[in-house]
């Protein structure tokens, strides 16, 4: 599969659906094998239920993005701004809240596609910088921000259902 072929565009409300199926199965995807099915259900229920995501699409402050290729949803990137970052609430700060592509099309550049347009959209906003948190039991997407420049800073509590997890704090200087 050649990059030129993957499209990025904007989700809307119209979309709410599509959302919801591409976020429950890569997340499912990503951490089913690591999490109990109880705790992967409670957080998939809240997470993405279609009260939720109509709240987080129409946040002026959030915006989600799909990769496509072929016509196919294969990821997804969320990133946010202001009030809306999950922990930081800079203003002079995006927050990359989620980049998640299925499996298939991993190492196929899907990620990177979604990375650069999180960038882009950070340096036409000029901000000072780009943060984001990751599992640390995430290695590979660790590997892919370390690889992208990301630098770690901190460390936060994050509730998978039940479970207390601990996120990765990193984040990129762009100023």
Sequence with gaps: MQLQEMKIRKITLNDIQELKKIGIYTFTETFSSQNSKEDMTQYLESQFSIENLKTQLTDPNSDFFFVEHDGKTIGYLKINLGAAQTDIKDENALEIERIYVIKAYQGQKTGQ???????????KLNVDFVWLGV????????QFYKKNGFIEFNRHSFKLGNDLQTDIMMKLNLS
């Design 135 to 142: 599992w640390e039991k995430n290695f590979k997407a660790i």
């Design 113 to 123: 596609k979604l990375f650069n347009k999180a960038l882009e959209i950070a340096e």
